[in-house]
């Protein structure tokens, strides 16, 4: 077998679904299901991010993101509202009944976030945290795991065979760019992992477009091609202000646009017979 084992399609030849409570029901993610993860960037303020919860919930966005713990370049950069930002999180599930999504960045801070999110995101700085990924592997709870800055597909495939070798199966792939020498986008997508990771691991596979391109205007045509290659899902940032957003406004959406998007995203998953939530 392959280096890694419980991840492959050697160990489990068909798709795996991650099933997720929700007051309606539960969202599944992956084979043939098409889900839309959306939100701000960061929690700011409770009123903009219950107001956007409202917004995002009646345009047909499947989970709530927003960062509670910012891992920002320089350290004078607002770096989240912490445990003050869950408490928002938590209203926000509580109003809407969309499961919430953020990124987890120490060990110390499972069980502040165990209760209240329904997916904890390991970013691409902590991918090979193999500390924190052997925690999560002791956890029940879904777990979204993007490539690391400059991680090959190998790499990328054995720190999710960490969470699973802990006895946790639910684990999503989020395709979320890689560094390279290109400077005019902040990375660059690998559309071909997308088919590739389908081929190799029976785990679903997102694609992060906002993140990937650093620029609102790419991460329509990015997406699209995300779902056209085969995605499972995406994960786009939306602000109402984006010029006045405390991080990443470059590549946020308008709520606007989003809608746009999602419709455009849906026409493409309906062609392809795509299960839509």
Same mark, same amino acid.
Request: hydrophobic content about 40%.
């Given at each position: 077998?392959?280096?890694?084992?419980?991840? !492959?399609?050697?160990?489990? !030849?068909?798709?795996?679904?991650?099933?997720?409570?929700?007051?309606?029901?539960?969202?599944?993610?992956?084979?043939?299901?098409?889900?839309?993860?959306?939100?701000?960037?960061?929690?700011?303020?409770?009123?903009?991010?219950?107001?956007?919860?409202?917004?995002?919930?009646?345009?047909? #966005?499947?989970?709530?993101?927003?960062?509670?713990?910012?891992?920002?370049?320089?350290?004078?950069?607002?770096?989240?509202?912490?445990?003050?930002?869950?408490?928002?999180?938590?209203?926000?599930?509580?109003?809407?009944?969309?499961?919430?999504?953020?990124?987890?960045?120490?060990?110390?801070?499972?069980?502040?976030?165990?209760?209240?999110?329904?997916?904890?995101?390991?970013?691409?700085?902590?991918?090979? &945290?193999?500390?924190?990924?052997?925690? %999560?592997?002791?956890?029940?709870?879904?777990?979204? %795991?993007?490539?690391?800055? !400059?991680?090959?597909?190998?790499?990328?495939?054995?720190?999710?065979?960490?969470?699973?070798?802990?006895?946790? &199966?639910?684990?999503?792939?989020?395709?979320?760019?890689?560094?390279?020498?290109?400077?005019?986008?902040?990375?660059?997508?690998?559309?071909?992992?997308?088919?590739?990771?389908?081929?190799?691991?029976?785990?679903?596979?997102?694609?992060?477009?906002?993140?990937?391109?650093?620029?609102?205007?790419?991460?329509?045509?990015?997406?699209?091609?995300?779902?056209?290659?085969?995605?499972?899902?995406?994960?786009?940032?939306?602000?109402?202000?984006?010029?006045?957003?405390?991080?990443?406004?470059?590549?946020? %959406?308008?709520?606007?646009?989003?809608?746009?998007?999602?419709?455009?995203?849906?026409?493409? #998953?309906?062609?392809?017979?795509?299960?839509?939530?």
């Amino acid at each position: 077998m392959q280096a890694y084992k419980l991840v !492959s399609r050697q160990y489990c !030849s068909q798709d795996t679904i991650i099933k997720i409570p929700t007051p309606g029901g539960p969202l599944c993610i992956g084979a043939g299901y098409l889900t839309i993860i959306a939100g701000p960037c960061a929690v700011e303020s409770r009123d903009t991010f219950l107001e956007m919860a409202g917004l995002l919930k009646s345009m047909g #966005a499947n989970v709530l993101r927003g960062g509670l713990f910012k891992p920002r370049t320089s350290p004078y950069s607002f770096k989240g509202l912490g445990s003050q930002g869950l408490k928002i999180m938590a209203e926000a599930r509580e109003l809407t009944g969309m499961p919430v999504i953020t990124e987890i960045m120490d060990v110390r801070d499972i069980d502040l976030l165990y209760e209240t999110v329904d997916i904890l995101q390991v970013g691409s700085r902590n991918m090979q &945290n193999y500390t924190l990924l052997e925690e %999560l592997g002791r956890l029940d709870k879904p777990v979204l %795991l993007k490539r690391g800055l !400059s991680a090959t597909i190998e790499e990328w495939l054995l720190a999710a065979e960490y969470i699973l070798n802990g006895g946790n &199966n639910k684990v999503i792939f989020c395709e979320r760019g890689i560094r390279t020498f290109e400077p005019w986008t902040r990375n660059t997508v690998d559309i071909g992992a997308i088919p590739l990771i389908k081929q190799l691991s029976h785990l679903p596979v997102l694609v992060d477009p906002s993140h990937a391109t650093g620029r609102w205007k790419m991460v329509s045509p990015v997406a699209k091609a995300a779902v056209a290659a085969g995605a499972d899902g995406i994960m786009v940032e939306v602000h109402q202000s984006p010029e006045q957003a405390l991080s990443d406004g470059k590549q946020s %959406l308008t709520p606007e646009n989003f809608q746009i998007l999602y419709k455009q995203v849906i026409a493409l #998953a309906e062609l392809e017979h795509r299960e839509i939530l």
